[in-house]
């Protein structure tokens, strides 16, 4: 028998930093956070077994910073935090967007505003990483619901990453990153893991920021390719430029890598969305109590559809607006006070959307989405 | 076969040569400074520092964050990266942890590197992890129109201290020797030969090595005093300029509104790369 695939009771944050290791890791900048510590903990002890480097910054700036320094050097790069370092990052998130470094933030959420409850979950965070780093710039985000897809999805978000040029943010949350669960892990020889985009055109020729190809290939720091990196907007050698003519390309270009390619990107499981009356559209770790209630509603023969976004961001729109057309009632419970719901409201007609919410570190119960299903189910 | 020596070379046979090999010819020029501004000399004793260090251009990373010095990275034929305000040194940590072997200068103005940028500052000088970095201070933030800084003497104008500074200036070399960095100096420039000795020391220092370079702005800070134009304020640099040796005899009072050039320290104590290297081979052996 494999040692590697047997079975194991794992933290979710431990998946996340095996997940992590596994998708090729080789780098991480952080600064200890409750429910996000463990992460760190963990990688402190496995990235220097593997060759890598672990260092604790003197903050969540700077952890974030390092790690786009580090992701510059060619390696990948991941940082974990929560709520309060997770605003932190935002002005460097958004560097690392402007300028295309690959790297992965972790934010296992806790209750906020604020320094909240740290010990309790939240999703309150989910607008936040859309839209948290001021200016336009295209994200995405994952959202896993169990131990194993932490695991699955921390593989994912350093793809992503990678293949997309982008920073990845992995939205865990309190319950996820700390509850521990028996799982399997995949054989690490059946993981697919994506590289970096590497070029063989001479240094001279090389253009960072070139706008022939989605997304152009990016050399590392020390390797001979000697060009400049900068938050400010840039021309295809990444040079500071005003020249509307050279802004506009790109702009369209970093959107345009994102939306071609929303088949590779979106992520969600779906069922019984063909015959049903009503969907429940959840992710994170509400899905665990949306999945219990539309199971208990199935048995008293509702007719109810399941939807979970594993992909937060970008919105799956047309996967929602698909699912729900022919519906008439969807239901969005999360713990926040309606952030995903927006956007479902945004996609469906308003006044089939029935948010269910909380907001006060407690979760949602399964109990109270089957009663909001049978609650719309009697009124049709 | 014999290279034809142009007119620039029988003029500065090493000034050409050097502008030459480290400027990018890619990038449009002209730069970003005022006429008169003492960024360029800066630039210049770095590169010149790169040369006689006899560096391969392609291991060495200049990174800044922003303002008035941010903008240097962008002229020099190193890999170059322009971050975020107060970051440089945390980018470069990341940097230089990957790519332990490359030559990491970090370029910071003194607003950037000791207000929003102070804690990365003094973490990186504790940790002595082996960067390089240069801190061209003006006693003011230029780019946005010379308000105060850290490094702002008291009873000087500025932007935002119209009726005069009322708080204590930042010495930088000082500080960095106290917060553990390996090699630390100061000089002006004005004193252009020393100041890139200093830098050229400072790259080829293993640990954390800091260069604090004393400039003006004549268009902003200089401007709001009244100190007159960058030649006079050039002149102000060398007169207010006094060797360490020489500090080192005065009382306190005599030493007020000195600026205190010299080599203030050189240690070898452990460089942080190094010590992580340590921690691999001990956690691969441990695994083993």
Redesign the interface.
């Known amino acids: 028998m494999n040692a590697k695939t047997t079975a194991r009771l794992m933290q979710g944050d431990e998946a996340c930093a095996e997940g992590a290791l596994a998708a090729g890791c ?2 991480f ?1 952080g600064y200890p956070i409750t429910p996000a510590t463990e992460i760190a903990e963990v990688l402190s ?1 496995r990235l ?2 593997v ?1 890598g ?1 672990f ?1 604790q ?3 969540e ?3 974030i ?11 990948k ?1 991941l940082t974990a935090t929560s709520g309060p370092g997770f605003s932190l990052m935002m ?2 998130i958004g ?1 690392a967007a402007m300028t295309e470094i690959p790297c992965v933030i972790v934010n296992v959420q806790r209750l906020g505003p604020s320094t909240g409850r740290p010990t309790s979950p939240s999703q309150g965070d989910v607008m936040q990483a859309r839209w948290g780093s001021h200016g336009d710039y295209p994200i995405i985000a994952l959202s896993p619901s169990s131990v194993r897809e932490t695991f699955d999805l921390t593989v994912q978000a350093f793809n992503f990453a990678e293949k997309y040029r982008t920073p990845v943010i992995l939205l865990m949350d309190e319950v996820i990153g700390h509850m521990r669960e028996r799982i399997v892990l995949p054989d690490p020889e059946t993981i697919e893991r994506v590289e970096r985009a590497s070029t063989t055109v001479p240094p001279e020729w090389y253009k960072p920021y070139e706008n022939l190809a989605d997304v152009p290939p990016l050399m ?13 907007h840039h021309d295809e ?1 990444g ?2 430029t005003n020249r509307l003519d050279e802004v506009q390309p790109w702009l369209e270009r970093i959107f345009r890598k994102i939306e071609r390619s929303l088949s590779d990107i979106l992520l969600y499981d779906e069922d019984g969305i063909q015959d049903a009356q009503t969907l429940v559209v959840a992710y994170g770790v509400t899905a665990r109590s949306a999945r219990h209630a539309v199971e208990m509603a199935r048995e008293r023969g509702r007719r109810v559809g399941f939807l979970k976004l594993k992909t937060i961001w970008p919105f799956a729109e047309e996967v929602v607006e698909h699912a729900a057309a022919r519906l008439h009632h969807v239901i969005v419970p999360e713990l926040n006070r309606g952030q995903l719901a927006l956007e479902v409201e945004r996609v469906v007609e308003r006044h089939k959307v029935h948010r269910i919410n909380r907001a006060d570190g407690g979760m949602i119960q399964p109990a109270e989405i089957l009663a909001a299903i049978e609650e719309r189910e009697w009124a049709t | 076969m014999k290279k034809q020596q142009s007119l620039d070379d029988l003029k500065n046979p090493r000034e050409s040569r050097v502008h030459e090999r480290y400027l990018r010819h ?3 020029f002209p730069n970003v400074w005022c006429a008169g501004c003492g960024i360029g000399i800066v630039l210049g004793t770095i590169v010149r520092a790169v040369d006689e260090l006899q560096l391969n ?3 060495v ?1 200049m ?1 800044s964050g922003i303002g008035c010095t941010g903008r240097m ?2 002229y020099v ?8 305000h107060g ?1 440089a040194l ?10 332990p ?2 030559k990491v200068i970090a370029v910071m103005g003194d607003g950037d590197a000791l207000a929003i940028g102070g ?2 500052f003094i ?1 990186a000088a504790r940790r002595n992890i082996g960067l390089t970095a240069i801190v061209v201070n003006n006693s003011t933030y230029g780019m946005t129109g010379g308000q105060y800084s850290p490094t702002t003497p008291i009873g000087v104008r500025a932007a935002t201290a119209p009726y005069g500074h009322i708080e204590q200036p930042f010495p930088i070399a000082e500080l960095a020797v106290t917060a553990g960095a390996a090699f630390v100096a100061r000089s002006t420039v004005y004193h252009v030969q020393e100041l890139e000795k200093y830098i050229a020391q400072a790259i080829g220092k293993e640990g954390f090595s800091v260069v604090a370079a004393m400039r003006y702005c004549h268009t902003t800070l200089g401007r709001i005093n009244r100190w007159g134009t960058a030649p006079t304020m050039m002149r102000r640099l060398k007169e207010q300029s006094i060797t360490l040796k020489r500090a080192e005899k005065m009382s306190e009072e005599e030493k007020q509104g000195k600026i205190v050039r010299g080599v203030f320290v050189e240690r070898d104590i452990p460089e942080y790369t190094q010590l ?1 290297d340590q ?2 081979e ?3 052996a441990e ?1 083993a």
């Open positions: 080789r780098f900048g002890r220097p077994q060759g480097k260092i910054m003197e903050d700036i700077g952890s910073a390092a790690v786009i320094g580090a992701s510059v050097g060619g390696a790069a002005e460097n560097f590392p720091f020390g390797e001979g390719y000697r060009y400049h990196i900068t938050g400010l050698r040079y500071p | 890619s990038k449009k251009k392609s291991d990373a990174i990275p962008v034929d190193f890999s170059t990266m322009h971050t975020t970051r945390a980018f470069a940590t990341g940097l230089k942890m990957v790519r072997e490359m804690n990365h973490h992580y921690i691999i001990r956690a691969q695994a």
